[in-house]
């Protein structure tokens, strides 16, 4: 009778210590799981943060060709316009 309660005894804390080690794995594991997510996170916010100066920077920089273009083609009208022949029945004269 001692044999079986000291064997059932042993039994239970050995389910007991099992249980335990397999709860405190599955709170490392979800632990590591949601340090992985945040970390993914972090790393997406920073391309997105990357990627959106990225994007200013294009289109400062098509702003600025945009522009230049705009003043080459007026130069290129005024000096066209001047040098437009000046006859009495053209149309295109200003006074």
């Known amino acids: 009778m001692d044999d079986l309660l000291l064997f059932s005894l042993g039994t239970g804390a050995l389910l007991m210590l099992g249980l335990n080690a397999a709860t405190e794995i599955d709170n490392w594991r979800k632990r590591r799981r949601l340090a992985r997510i945040q970390r993914v996170q972090r790393e997406l916010?920073?391309?997105?943060?990357n990627l959106k100066a990225l994007?200013?920077?294009?289109?400062a920089w098509l702003n600025s060709q945009a522009h230049?273009?705009?003043?080459?083609?007026?130069m290129e009208s005024f000096n066209a316009s001047r040098e437009a022949p000046t006859n009495a029945t053209s149309g295109n004269r200003r006074s």
């Open 68 to 74: 230049e273009a705009r003043k080459a083609l007026i």
């Open 45 to 49: 916010a920073e391309t997105q943060r």
């Open 55 to 59: 994007a200013m920077q294009h289109q």
